[in-house]
């Protein structure tokens, strides 16, 4: 026998405060032909409702796929921090993911060449960790003010709002810097197949504090277990015609059908004192440190076992910040980091309202007790009538110096200091990274790099060609040879160059 249908409760239609909705099929009207009527309660409330659902975008990481999950301690590391999070082997604790594109607004393609946002928010017991990074150890800038600049500049023209080639690769190819994260972006890394099959970074640099109040200087890597698995350009593009939320489609219905995708988290635990004996810049977010000064330590592992039951409540109005940390994990003086303290928290509390910490997917498992008060959309108790101020004499907010992280030593006049000057190393690592490669990752390399150019004009064409070319001289030529130009008319053209006297302009 074929067992019946279930059957759902009734639900019955009312308003926003409980009241009965009599009729949704007709509206109210004078006669069968005539007008509306104002006074028509739930044409209104419905109307008013349906034109405010929708929230503001997120400037970048637009749009995104979610899920929750168990992270689980495999190996011990108390050595280096406090945090209680990994307190035992063994210990488990509830989490949230949130995987994206960068550029892409909501209704871009799952696949389309990007860097794919890598966002983890862990509900420890001392408070939630959210790690906000990436799916790439590096980025394209190390100070923050350029930021707005790079989001501009590969957004859409304010003219023909339309993406723009010659936007983005002006932008990129002045600053030099950026060559490392752009070779990882072109090369046949730059698209993966599905979020499940791409390795996770925190890239920044952070610091650990053990219970002995030592700093180490750290940084994050989950490794898929699923294993790496990337698209070409034709094979993004066959998906792209078919389905455009390939990379979400895939993460949902693998935890559907429980093929629970897992993440191996690794770190590299640098000696506070080594940050200054380094050859490279620590903290500079367009670096990464070898994994032969700093090799990669076990930690845990993460598993994606549950789907959220509503998008909107659990995966859009989710928000992450750098700046929730824990007892036992702590900042650096990485710029770009430094800057996401601050940045990231405001852009929610403008995206969601000044509580959305209560948003469920956003609160803490732990007791908060914050005495922030009132503002829009709160919705607990807003602590009631506790006084309302600190000092005062009934032991309320009470502060709790036992946290209080080591003093870090800070040298130097307050200056706008040209980072160009205090270090100028831009290529040794993407050509580390470049001659790694295979010829056929190479050649993928170049060709990816001369369709992503398209119709920017020559003398960008020209530039980038230089920098490919101080980074290593076969990158130089490979890049030229795609685009069907040669190094030495690149060479030639730096003479014309419209940027010709900006510092960035090698």
């Known amino acids: 026998m074929s067992n019946p249908p279930k059957k759902c409760p009734v639900t019955h239609l009312t308003t926003d405060f409980g009241a009965p909705v009599v009729d949704n099929q007709n509206s109210l009207t004078a006669g069968a032909r005539g007008p509306l009527l104002a006074q028509d309660l739930w044409l209104n409330e419905k109307l008013a409702n349906f034109v405010r659902e929708v929230i503001p975008e997120r400037r970048m990481h637009a749009k995104g796929s979610g899920a929750f999950g168990t992270f689980t301690v495999t190996h011990d590391i108390r050595q280096y921090t406090s945090a209680k999070i990994f307190s035992e082997v063994g210990k488990k604790t509830e989490m949230f993911a949130r995987f994206t594109t960068v550029a892409g607004e909501r209704g871009a393609a799952d696949a389309e060449r990007d860097i794919r946002g890598f966002a983890l928010k862990f509900y420890t017991e001392e408070g939630n960790w959210d790690m906000v990074g990436n799916n790439t150890p590096v980025f394209f800038l190390r100070d923050p003010r350029k930021f707005p600049d790079l989001n501009k500049a590969v957004k859409r023209d304010p003219r ?3 993406r723009s080639a010659t936007n983005n690769w002006d932008f990129w190819t002045l600053l030099p810097e950026a060559l490392h994260q752009v070779t990882i972006v072109m090369s046949d890394r730059g698209i993966p197949k599905s979020f499940r099959h791409m390795h996770g970074f925190g890239s920044h640099t952070y610091s650990f504090i053990n219970a002995q109040q030592q700093r180490f200087w750290v940084k994050f890597h989950f490794r898929t277990q699923q294993g790496i ?3 070409t350009d034709a094979e993004a593009a066959a998906v792209i015609a078919n389905d455009r939320e390939s990379n979400q489609r895939d993460l949902y219905d693998a935890i559907e059908k429980g093929d629970y995708p897992k993440w191996t988290m690794y770190i590299q635990v640098m000696p506070e004192t080594d940050a200054e004996k380094v050859p490279y810049h620590p903290f500079d977010l367009t670096k990464v440190w070898p994994h032969g000064d700093y090799p990669l330590i076990e ?12 998008f909107f409540l659990d995966v859009e109005q989710s928000a992450f910040a750098p700046s929730n940390l824990v007892p036992g994990i702590s900042a650096s003086p990485d710029k770009m980091l430094q800057a996401r303290l601050f940045n990231y928290a405001d852009a929610q509390r403008y995206r969601l309202g000044p509580n959305y910490q209560q948003i469920p997917v956003n609160a803490a498992r732990c007791p908060v007790h914050s005495n922030h008060r009132d503002g ?13 101020y600190e000092p005062n004499s009934f032991q309320q907010w009470q502060e709790q110096p036992q946290y209080r992280e080591p003093p870090l030593k800070i040298t130097g006049d307050a200056d706008y200091w040209d980072y160009r000057e205090d270090d100028s190393d831009y290529f040794s690592q993407p050509r580390a990274l470049f001659q790694l490669m295979q010829p056929a990752q190479q050649q993928a390399l170049f060709d990816n790099t001369a369709a992503a150019m398209g119709d920017a004009p020559d003398f960008i064409k020209y530039r980038h060609i230089r920098n490919c070319y101080f980074c ?18 690149a060479q030639a053209a730096r003479a014309t160059d419209p940027a010709l006297g900006l510092p960035s302009l090698l």
């Open 229 to 231: 698995a990337n698209l």
């Open 299 to 310: 930690v845990g592992e993460f598993e994606l076992n549950r789907n959220p039951e509503n």
């Open 160 to 162: 023909t709002n339309m």
């Open 376 to 388: 829009q959309g709160r919705i607990d108790d807003n602590y009631g009538g506790l006084p309302h």
């Open 472 to 489: 290593d001289p076969a990158y130089g030529e490979g890049v030229a040879q795609a685009l069907g130009m040669s190094v030495a008319d």
